[in-house]
């Protein structure tokens, strides 16, 4: 997975590739990321990327001319990459479009500053904005590193257990079930039995049930969008018949 990220900020962006999951991934040659500076691409002696809104109003905008040049240059280097541009106003980023975008093989990140970008770089050469919640950020530096993160952990092979990434939440439409490690019993709260049972079948059958009944409790809008099988729908009524007990 090659990225390219458009950012005034490189450093901000390349402290996350500096540890853990995605600096192991880049270090094994998993993933690229390439910081570029629309900086680079000005041409007066101030290296000027930003300028006062047309029709007035507060803050700045980044100038589109480096921005154009910058995102040209990167799409000859990079061949097919979808550019995509972060900012509120784009479609709420969820789990499908990381699993999609990791199956693509490169992306261009465009971040913002100051109030956002010129409309026309959108126009010209954006090919799709997305969010990462209904918040203004100072940057989309950080919305970048989100899809940069969540998009490396999905890549093969990204993580030490290869289930690790499958079991995740959302992966099946649904939050995670809950996890224990040791000790067994910490300030009088012992992990769940079947988790000691060794039995498989019975810890994927807890597993599931705790996921769909997290899911209906916390975030039923999620279980509208899924096809529960007979199984599943069983799994539902017996948890929450559980907690009613
Ligand atoms: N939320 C987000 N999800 O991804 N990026 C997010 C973000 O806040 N980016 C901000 C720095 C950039 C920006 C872009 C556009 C506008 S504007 N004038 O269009 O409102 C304001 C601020």
Same mark, same amino acid.
């Given at each position: 997975m090659q990225f390219s990220v458009i950012t005034l900020f490189p450093e901000l962006v390349e402290s996350v590739v500096a540890e853990g999951v995605v600096g192991r991934a880049e270090k094994r040659g998993l993933m690229e990321l390439k910081c570029v500076n629309p900086r680079d691409f000005t041409e007066d002696v101030h290296r000027t990327v930003d300028d006062r809104p047309y029709g007035g109003g507060p803050g700045m905008l980044m100038r589109p001319d480096c921005l154009l040049k910058t995102i040209r240059s990167e799409r000859e280097r990079l061949g097919k990459a979808k550019v995509i541009y972060l900012s509120p106003q784009g479609k709420p980023l969820e789990q499908s479009m990381l699993q999609a975008l990791s199956e693509e093989g490169s992306a261009i990140l465009l971040c913002g500053r100051? $109030? *956002?970008? &010129? $409309?026309r770089v959108i126009d010209l050469e954006v090919d799709e904005e997305w969010s990462i919640g209904d918040y203004v950020l100072s940057g989309g530096e950080l919305a970048a590193m989100v899809v940069v993160d969540g998009v490396t952990r999905l %890549?093969? $092979?990204? %993580? *030490?257990?290869?289930g690790s990434a499958i079991e &995740?939440?959302?992966? &099946? *439409?649904l939050l995670d079930c809950p996890h224990y490690t040791r000790p067994e019993r910490i300030e009088d709260l012992d992990v769940p039995k079947v988790l000691l049972s060794g039995n498989h079948q019975h810890i994927e059958k807890w597993r599931k049930k705790q996921a769909l009944g997290r899911t209906q409790l916390r975030r039923p809008d999620l279980l509208q969008n899924t096809e529960l099988n007979e199984s599943d729908k069983v799994l539902l009524i017996e948890f929450m018949k559980e907690i009613k007990t």
């Open positions: 100051y $109030e *956002g970008i &010129d $409309e %890549l093969p $092979e990204a %993580l *030490g257990h290869k &995740d939440s959302f992966t &099946d *439409g």
